[in-house]
């Protein structure tokens, strides 16, 4: 049996989908975005990382495994106790990652077995990966939350280490399959933000009639810790969060849409 390579999972989620969510984070990814607040899902292997305690006023150094293997059935077992809560709030499972479609024989076990006991399937994914595995999912996902990030696809290659051209391809083939979408915008100064892009989105998006919400992701900071403890370079150091007012004014560019658009999902 395919194991998964989980690196956590949330219960109680309320971002991730509608309801209240178990959320399954599977760990390695395709891309490599500058401003990626889970470096830790990147690797698609368990990797090792050191955190600073204080105890005492003593600093102690603990090493802390990353990712770990699980069968579909082990992390049914973890999803299944929430199965009155789901039904109560209209929620279900979501999967995320990295990116879950990396691992496509492990998910679509993980997601027959979800839809099996009525349990809600939402797929969080950046669309990269073969058409196939999205033609092998589609029979078990009630949901996607999928990211659109750059239109050109120089840019997207430059910020994410990857062409959007399969990303779009997918995009186009959730579309055929007309699977409830919602697209997640994240919205980075500089870089994805610009009215040339957003508005390009826009466009893309409108015409799509599996799209039913638009949810615009803002930057923040929080994921700066993580870098340091991982040893890697925070590339975005000098970048500010946005205003509210500043969020009021991304989003009102979305106004003439007929579908809701919401600032952080
Ligand atoms: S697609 Fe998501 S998980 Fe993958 S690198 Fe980009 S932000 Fe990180």
């Not at 401003?35 to 990797?47: D, I, T």
């Not at 492990?106 to 839809?115: A, G, Q, S």
């Not at 239109?151 to 409830?180: A, C, M, R």
Request: a negative charge.
């Amino acid at each position: 049996m395919e194991k998964g390579l989980i690196f956590d999972i949330r219960h109680f989620s309320v971002h991730d989908g509608p309801g209240i969510r178990t959320t399954v984070f599977l760990k390695g990814c395709p891309l490599r975005c500058v401003w990626c607040h889970n470096p830790e899902s990147q690797k698609h292997e368990p990797e090792k990382v050191q955190r600073t305690t204080k105890l005492d006023g003593k600093e102690y150094n603990l090493s802390e495994t990353i990712g770990s293997y699980m069968t579909s059935e082990e992390v049914f077992d973890q999803v299944k106790t929430h199965i009155p809560i789901f039904d109560e709030s209209g929620g279900g499972v979501t999967f995320s990652g990295g990116e879950p479609l990396m691992q496509p024989k492990f998910l679509l076990n993980t997601l027959k077995l979800c839809r099996a006991n009525g349990i809600h399937t939402a797929i969080d994914t950046c669309g990269f990966a073969s058409n196939e595995v999205f033609s092998l999912i589609f029979p078990y996902t009630n949901l996607f939350l999928f990211d659109l990030k750059l239109v050109s696809p120089q840019k997207h290659e430059y910020y994410t280490g990857q062409s959007n051209q399969v990303i779009l391809k997918n995009l186009s083939l959730v579309e055929q399959n007309n699977t409830p979408t919602i697209i997640r915008i994240p919205l980075i100064p500089g870089i994805t933000d610009d009215l040339f892009n957003l508005e390009a989105i826009k466009s893309m998006v409108k015409p799509l009639r599996c799209v039913k919400r638009i949810d615009l992701l803002p930057y923040h900071h929080m994921a700066k810790d993580k870098y340091s403890r991982m040893n890697l370079p925070y590339e975005l150091e000098d970048l500010k969060p946005y205003t509210a007012y500043q969020l009021g004014e991304i989003k009102s560019l979305f106004n003439d849409l007929d579908i809701p658009v919401t600032i952080g999902g």
